[in-house]
């Protein structure tokens, strides 16, 4: 499973996808202040200026973005990732195996049992995960044999951690 590297125009901004208007104008303003070429005195900013306006542009207008929000969703689900995952089965990284031949953490699904139902590598854990409230990571996932979707806890600290042992 090979993940895009195109930011969208919320990670552009900082954003969460729920994110108000309010916010969205805040944070674009931050951000093209942060951003100016006259500021950081570097000519290659005006690429970041760029995907700034045109991420504003489109979050800032209610029919756009709505159009955006659902191409958002389709290409997460093409990719068998999503990112609203209310009212979904919650499961741990733990309880995924870790394959170090293919590096990805695979785990059978509980619906259909499908072998590997469930497999993703650390990579598309971080470019896909949101950092929840109250500590940690999740991310979204789909049974490549039965469609379900679950979610996934983990923490990347103790990844990390492990990692060093
Ligand atoms: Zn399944």
């Given at each position: 499973m090979r993940m895009g590297m195109k930011s969208t125009h919320y990670q552009v901004l900082g954003l969460?996808?729920?994110?108000?208007l309010q916010c969205i104008k805040k944070a674009y303003k931050e951000r093209l202040l942060s951003s100016h070429p006259d500021k950081t005195g570097n000519d290659s900013s005006n690429d970041e200026v760029n995907k700034i306006q045109e991420a504003y542009k489109v979050l800032s207008d209610p029919a756009l973005r709505e159009i955006y929000d659902k191409s958002l969703r389709d290409e997460h689900k093409k990719q068998g990732l999503h990112s609203s995952g209310d009212g979904l089965d919650e499961y741990s990284l733990d309880e995924f195996n870790f394959d170090r031949i293919i590096g990805e953490y695979c785990m059978n699904c509980p619906?259909?049992?499908?072998?590997?139902?469930f497999h993703f590598s650390e990579e598309t854990l971080e470019e896909h995960c949101e950092e929840r409230p109250n500590g940690g990571f999740i991310v979204v996932a789909q049974c490549s044999a039965c469609s379900l979707w679950i979610k996934v806890n983990f923490d990347l600290a103790d990844e990390y951690e492990q990692a060093d042992v």
């Open positions: 969460n996808c729920d994110s108000s619906r259909c049992h499908g072998k590997d139902g």
